[in-house]
């Protein structure tokens, strides 16, 4: 049986047990939710506290190329980019990391080498995650090969529907053992989780079993990250940390597209969880337009002119 924190040994020792916890943390007030991330949302910030929560989110950036059409210069154009977003100013943060299918894990890190900018891949059959664990552990194994400093698996949301935590649990802990000392970032696809009770739920299975973040979504579904989703998995990583002393980041994902929205979200991160989770080591965006228009922004704060996107390297 997979071992997890002492206090939560007995909720994790079967099926039955596992269901009994998840099903008896506090319900989800749904509109008490949404009230307070929009409530959060309306927050202004002065022209300083702007420009340093530009500079921010740019840092907890994961530039993001997942298609089918991607090719290893397209890979080392966006590592470039990630290193270096404004060739017009070096005082530009770089993003967080890079974020590529396992094939082109390899490509990324030979782009990234000596950057600091961290390599992130796609794994266990991503998007859908239907495939069987040992092709999901494979892939695992061949990203962590190739280079990659973290993962982001898709748990099986057929099983998690179906009530089979136990499932879902172990197969985070053996992916979780597959990364070595790459970080594991475990997505959940909120849009296709159904209830907000359900997104709480997954939330603390993947930080029993071992998750470094959790992760709204994989881009690929009509509904995404929201300020409410993530708003409750921000709640949930603060209540872990205040009930086991464990820190876990947290990467919405998908669809954060503005400066604007982006500010809404470290505002929810600062209120809800707190400064020590104001650091790309605890909080990322999962993006790859987003960038474009931060730099545009950040320009215009510096200049005084708002540059238009001619003026920035567009994915």
């Known amino acids: 049986m997979p071992t997890t924190l002492p206090a939560f040994a007995d909720a994790t020792a079967s099926d039955s047990a596992l269901r009994r916890f998840l099903h008896g943390l506090p319900g989800v007030d749904p509109v008490g939710l949404e009230a307070r991330a929009a409530a959060l949302g309306t927050r202004s910030i002065k022209t300083t506290a702007k420009a340093y929560a530009i500079d921010l989110a740019i840092s907890m950036i994961d530039l993001t190329t997942l298609e089918g059409a991607d090719t290893p210069g397209k890979v080392r154009a966006l590592a470039a980019k990630a290193v270096n977003p404004d060739p017009t100013d070096r005082t530009t943060p770089r993003t967080a990391a ?14 990234l080498a000596g950057s600091g900018v961290k390599v992130a891949s796609v794994a266990t059959a991503f998007p859908a995650g239907r495939a069987a664990l040992d092709v999901k552990l494979a ?6 090969a190739a280079g990659a400093d973290e993962i982001d698996m898709v748990i099986d949301r057929g099983a998690f529907l179906a009530g089979r935590y136990l499932k879902v649990y172990e197969e985070i802990v053996a992916v979780k053992a597959e990364c070595g000392s790459a970080r594991l970032k475990v997505i959940f696809e909120t849009g ?3 209830t907000y009770d359900n997104i709480r739920r997954a939330s603390w299975l993947g930080m029993l079993a071992g998750a470094d973040f959790i992760k709204t979504s994989t881009g ?8 409410a989703n993530t708003l409750l998995m921000l709640e949930a990583v603060r209540d872990f940390r205040a009930q086991t002393g464990v820190q876990v980041g947290v990467k919405p994902a998908g669809g954060i597209r503005t400066s604007k929205d982006a500010v809404k979200f470290l505002v929810l991160v600062n209120e809800t969880a707190g400064e020590d989770w104001l650091d790309n080591h605890w909080f990322r965006f999962g993006a790859s337009s987003l960038l474009d228009d931060l730099l545009m922004q950040r320009q215009k704060l510096s200049t005084g002119r708002y540059s238009g996107p001619d003026y920035v390297t567009v994915d």
């Not at 890079?98 to 782009?111: E, L, Q, R, S």
């Not at 892939?139 to 962590?144: F, S």
């Not at 690929?220 to 300020?227: C, E, G």
């Open 220 to 227: 690929k579904v009509a509904v995404n990250a929201t300020p």
């Open 192 to 194: 296709e989780l159904s």
């Open 139 to 144: 892939d695992v194994r061949d990203a962590v």
């Open 98 to 111: 890079v974020c590529v299918y396992p094939d082109m894990a390899a490509t990324a890190a030979a782009a």
